[in-house]
């Protein structure tokens, strides 16, 4: 069985919390689901325990993949192929520009980047040529170890990569669909899918507070062709008046957990 989680927000809609509720629904009844975020974005400043955790692991990591990591303890460069950390920049260094500020922290200044090759375990890491310029010598006190740590390559189109990282992991999504049976993917911020071919799953649920949705992945796909743009450049809010929902389900608040109503309802469909 494939399940893709996406969210209906851009933040916060609580798509990691749901995914591992799913995994441990499904490890009630002796099914061990493959927790899959093909590409992955942490803030240092908002979550600098990363940094000790991907010092400790050998291996850039962020939130969510270290909790589907913790959660199951599979390969993370399996988990997570994709990752890019983020860092704040300095007001001052840009002469206290802050519209410029704000559209840097707005869209992200990536420090760090990491492309794993799932196939055979090699990692390459690129650290971002301008970081000197303008982050703040606090922050680059801690990155900094971890570019020298992992050999990260100087680049200076850090963006490029970015936006080209659906294409470059999407083997990744054949290969964990080789080798296991049973997958639950998760989508970034809005994006519909976050590859091609995570596209082809038997179900999808698209999470928002207190409410998930789901719809069969035949439904999904079919909504999908009706768009000429690649999947993760599709908006959930956009897609959803032509998706089918095929039953939704309430959200405790507080849990953001899935019930067994949603187990149930998977196994026997």
């Known amino acids: 069985m494939r399940i893709l989680v996406n969210g209906l927000l851009p933040l916060d809609s609580g798509k990691t919390t749901f995914s591992l509720s799913i995994i441990r629904l499904f490890n009630q009844v002796g099914i061990r689901l493959f927790p899959f975020k093909p590409i992955a974005g ?17 291996i ?30 300095d007001l001052e260094k840009l002469s206290y520009n802050v519209s410029l500020y704000n559209m840097i922290m707005e869209y992200g200044f990536p ?24 982050v703040p010598k606090a922050m680059l006190k801690f990155t900094r170890n971890l570019a020298l740590k992992f050999n990260a390559k ?3 189109k850090m963006r490029e990569i970015i936006d080209a990282s659906p294409q470059l992991v999407d083997n990744c999504t054949i290969d964990v ?5 049973n997958v639950i993917i998760e989508s970034y911020n809005d994006s519909a899918s976050p590859t091609y071919n995570s596209a082809d799953v038997d179900y999808v649920f698209t999470v928002s507070p207190t409410k998930a949705f789901l719809i069969k992945g035949e439904e999904f796909k079919k909504a999908l062709s009706l768009f000429s743009i690649p999947p993760w450049n599709v908006r959930v809010s956009t897609l959803i008046k032509y998706l089918k929902i095929g039953k939704s389900f309430e959200i405790d608040v507080g849990e953001r957990v899935a019930k067994d109503e949603i187990l149930d309802i998977l196994l026997k469909s």
Request: aromatic content about 18%; some cysteine.
């Open 42 to 58: 942490h803030n240092a400043w908002y979550s600098f325990n990363t940094l000790i955790r991907s010092e400790e692991l050998g």
């Open 60 to 89: 850039l990591v962020g939130n969510d993949a270290l909790k589907y990591y913790d959660e199951t303890k599979y390969d993370i460069r399996r988990i997570n192929p994709f990752a890019v950390l983020f860092v704040p920049i």
């Open 111 to 134: 420090y760090l980047i990491r492309l794993s090759d799932c196939i055979n375990g090699i990692d390459q890491y690129f650290v971002n040529s301008s970081a000197d310029i303008y």
């Open 154 to 156: 100087s680049y200076d």
């Open 177 to 181: 669909f080789r080798n296991y049976e």
